[in-house]
């Protein structure tokens, strides 16, 4: 099992950040992130494993199926 969670941003200020976030098997809370604007980015979608994909509010479709073919 991986220990990390790595997320990409889709959208937002932040489109294309890209971080690490560990997994604590003892809290298992869904991801979620506050951006730099005070929205909230919630899991759209999970890439290879343990990648997952953040969708800010006011992101475009553009910006989401970019982030999905990287």
């Known amino acids: 099992m991986d220990k990390y969670f790595e997320c990409i941003i ?7 950040l890209v971080y690490r976030r560990p ?3 003892c809290h298992p809370t869904p991801l979620a992130v506050v951006t730099d604007d ?11 494993g343990s990648r997952v994909v953040l969708l800010h509010p006011q992101a475009t479709g553009e910006q989401f199926r970019t982030i999905l073919a990287a």
């Open 10 to 16: 889709a959208g937002g200020p932040q489109h294309g």
């Open 23 to 25: 997994v604590d098997p």
């Open 38 to 48: 005070g929205e909230l980015c919630t899991p759209a979608a999970r890439k290879y």
